[in-house]
C-alpha cells in the first residue's frame, strides 16, 4: 500500500492519489505511517504524499490531515523512532501547520495546552510545533469561534 500511494504521489496532479486515500479505513493509513516510521523507512516521503493526496480545500482531506498530524505527534512523543526519522516528521509537520485552516490550528494549539497541563508528553520533542501552530493561527484572517466568543487569528493566539 505505500509503494501504491507513494507512485500516486509521483504523478502530476494529485486527483488518483486523492480517490486512493479515501477508499481506505480510517485506521490503515495512520497504521501505515507508524509502521514505516518505526521501521526507519520512507516514514517522510509517506507523509508528503498523504498531504499531497489530502487537500485542506476538502473536509475529507482535512479530517485526514488532522488525524495523520495528531498521530505524528503521538509517534515522536512515543520515544519509538529514531531520532533522524523524528526530526524529520517535526520538520515535515512544520511546514504543513500553514497549510491547515484556522480553527483546525486552535484544536491543536489546544492539545499541547491540554498535554502540557497533563503532563503526558514524554520527551516534548513535538512541543517545537506549538510556536508554529501559534504563528500560523496569527497569521489567519478569517473570524474563529473560541470559547462563546469570535476572535481573528492573532486574537486567539
Same mark, same amino acid.
Given at each position: 500500500?505505500?509503494?501504491?500511494?507513494?507512485?500516486?504521489?509521483?504523478?502530476?496532479?494529485?486527483?488518483?492519489?486523492?480517490?486512493?486515500?479515501?477508499?481506505?479505513?480510517?485506521?490503515?493509513?495512520?497504521?501505515?505511517?507508524?509502521?514505516?516510521?518505526?521501521?526507519?523507512?520512507?516514514?517522510?516521503?509517506?507523509?508528503?504524499?498523504?498531504?499531497?493526496?489530502?487537500? $485542506?480545500?476538502?473536509?475529507?482531506?482535512?479530517?485526514?490531515?488532522?488525524?495523520?498530524?495528531? $498521530? $505524528?505527534?503521538?509517534?515522536?512523543?512515543?520515544?519509538?523512532?529514531?531520532?533522524?526519522?523524528?526530526?524529520?516528521?517535526?520538520?515535515?509537520?512544520?511546514?504543513?501547520?500553514?497549510?491547515?485552516?484556522?480553527?483546525?490550528?486552535?484544536?491543536?494549539?489546544?492539545?499541547?495546552?491540554?498535554?502540557?497541563?497533563?503532563?503526558?508528553?514524554?520527551?516534548?520533542?513535538?512541543?517545537?510545533?506549538?510556536?508554529?501552530?501559534?504563528?500560523?493561527?496569527?497569521?489567519?484572517?478569517?473570524?474563529?469561534?473560541?470559547?462563546?466568543?469570535?476572535?481573528?487569528?492573532?486574537? $486567539?493566539?
Amino acid at each position: 500500500m505505500d509503494q501504491k500511494i507513494l507512485s500516486l504521489a509521483a504523478e502530476k496532479t494529485a486527483d488518483k492519489l486523492q480517490e486512493f486515500l479515501q477508499t481506505l479505513r480510517e485506521g490503515d493509513l495512520t497504521n501505515l505511517l507508524q509502521n514505516q516510521a518505526v521501521k526507519g523507512k520512507v516514514a517522510g516521503a509517506l507523509l508528503r504524499a498523504i498531504f499531497k493526496g489530502s487537500p $485542506c480545500s476538502e473536509e475529507a482531506g482535512t479530517l485526514r490531515r488532522r488525524k495523520i498530524y495528531t $498521530c $505524528c505527534i503521538q509517534l515522536v512523543e512515543s520515544g519509538d523512532l529514531q531520532k533522524e526519522i523524528a526530526s524529520e516528521i517535526i520538520g515535515l509537520l512544520m511546514l504543513e501547520a500553514h497549510h491547515f485552516p484556522g480553527p483546525l490550528l486552535v484544536e491543536l494549539a489546544n492539545e499541547f495546552i491540554s498535554a502540557v497541563r497533563e503532563g503526558s508528553l514524554v520527551n516534548g520533542k513535538s512541543l517545537e510545533l506549538l510556536p508554529i501552530i501559534l504563528t500560523a493561527l496569527a497569521t489567519k484572517k478569517e473570524n474563529l469561534a473560541y470559547g462563546k466568543g469570535v476572535l481573528s487569528g492573532e486574537e $486567539c493566539k
